[in-house]
């Protein structure tokens, strides 16, 4: 592909992780981001001359970085300055249990046994370990793969290895076999969301999210947009061109195969390869022209989506970390009020203190971000202004009673319908398609579509989503990319370099 121009259109994670990579391959890339900024739902918002982190907060899977900037001749200590975290969150519930996960296992055993009991202790030592046993299941045949089939995973992993991973069992459930105490259910339910998925429907597989949380949760010194930038800043340093502001209107197609773009000012822009990191619910959309949205199908049930406040906030007497949760009294209404297309009564807030990390120590004010599970409602413009403005009002009276409380110097608040016109396509939903039902992973598109020289990037695509999947299905679009242009034109060492790796 050496001398073939690429165009990535959308600079999130996934199409900025593919565009590093098949620059560092020697191909000539061009990255169009319809935004002022780079990275996507990876962003920052400024509220009261502060920048807040506003999108992603918990880093994992360090090592799907390391990979990647080791693929452009760099790595991520020589990018990005981390701090792992040894408290990864912590818990409040109504009646005032306060909970600390820590990234030691031992130490949150302890913790379990002297606040739940042995029985519980006992119960999150065999959870991690079907979490842990899921995780390394499909961390070859599935995260790391293009997408298999039911039948292919099976081919590639084993029956009996298939079985462990428990897709016909709801992960709601499959708790119940691990932990007795509802409070304990609740947390580790939690993890469900992370993929935007209903842990009363989705599949026990996505305990893996817990395994995968339990290996670390980095803090990026100076904001986690800084990934963004070191991810771009390593993709420019291979020879590839952002272009902001930039926002493609169509993609071309000729002879039945990709070859280009035209902007929203009219120009066009000839490419032998496109790769698209928009949501994937855009292509099929009809967003870049009736031709290509044929080229794949996408499951109409979304994700969730969320309702966030960015915050500078003096926030008094309880002593926040990091990563805290406050947990919802009725975990079940919570997510039937979500089905039922409604802002929950009582949600769980999960609050991200941007300023600390393993000590409650802050200063005052201090930046805050707030996330609370919503439906992906935003295409209706739905929940509307009172509903939002009676949301921010319950979910300020709930840090309250859990003696979290907000003294506000500003705030900014992001609804469904925001994240619709952020992420045309999207109704809101931040993490594609749902993930809920023993099939619904294997529904998503994959990297390659039915037209030729046109592939998908980001984390509305397999293997999902998040930023460490978002950054490996770049991964998956520029190898397959570099191995069709192998099989058809070029030599097939191609498909190898850059730190291109087939496992
Ligand atoms: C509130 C929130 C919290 C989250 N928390 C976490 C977390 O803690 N940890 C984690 O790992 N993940 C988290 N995620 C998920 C994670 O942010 C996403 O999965 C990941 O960033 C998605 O990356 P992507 O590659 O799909 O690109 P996206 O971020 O979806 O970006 C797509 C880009 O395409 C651009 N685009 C779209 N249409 C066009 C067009 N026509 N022309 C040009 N450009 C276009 C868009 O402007 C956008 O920049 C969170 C997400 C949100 C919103």
Known sequence: MIDRHVIVIGAGM?????????????????VLE????????????????RLIDSGPTVLTMAWVFEELFQSCGTSLAAELSLIPLATLARHVWPDGTRFDLFADPA???????????????????????????????????FIRAPLPTPLGLVRRAGVLPISRIAPFTSYWRALGAHFKDP????????????????????????????????????????GMHKLAESVARAAEAQGATIRTQCRVREILTAGGRATGVRLDSGQVIPAHAIILNADCASLTAGLFGQAPAKAIRVPRARSLSALTLSLVATASEFPLL????????????????????????????????????????????ESLFCILNAPATGAASQPDP????????????????????????????TTPAMFHHLFPASSGALYGPANNGPYASFHRPGARTRIPNLYLAGGTIHPGPGLPM?????????????QDGASTRQSPSMATAGGMRTG
Request: glycine share 8%.
């Open 107 to 141: 130490r949150t055993q302890d913790e379990i046994g002297r606040i739940f009991g042995a029985r519980e202790a006992r119960g999150y030592q065999s959870f991690r370990a079907r979490a842990r046993r899921i995780y390394e299941t499909l961390e070859a045949p």
């Open 14 to 30: 996934g199409g900025l992780a593919a565009a590093a990579r098949l620059a560092a391959a020697g191909c000539r890339v061009t």
């Open 470 to 482: 978002a950054a490996l299905s770049g991964r998956m679009a520029a190898l397959s990319l570099l």
């Open 386 to 413: 009172a509903a939002i403005d009676a949301a921010v009002s319950a979910m300020h009276a709930q840090l309250r009673q859990t003696g979290i409380h907000l003294r506000c110097v500003a705030s900014q608040t």
């Open 322 to 365: 990091r990563h805290n949760v406050i947990f919802s009294p009725d975990y079940k209404q919570e997510f039937q009020q979500i089905e039922q297309n409604r802002l929950p009564d009582h949600p769980t807030l999960y609050l991200c203190a941007q300023d600390r990390t393993d000590l409650p120590i802050a200063p005052a004010p």
């Open 34 to 49: 319809a935004q002022p900024t780079l990275g996507g739902k990876l962003r920052q918002i400024q509220v009261a001359g």
């Open 183 to 222: 409070r304990l259910r609740q947390l580790f339910a939690r993890y469900a969301t992370y993929c935007g998925a209903n842990p009363f429907t989705a599949p026990a597989t996505l305990m893996l999210v817990a395994h995968v949380e339990s290996q670390g949760v980095w803090v990026v010194q100076g």
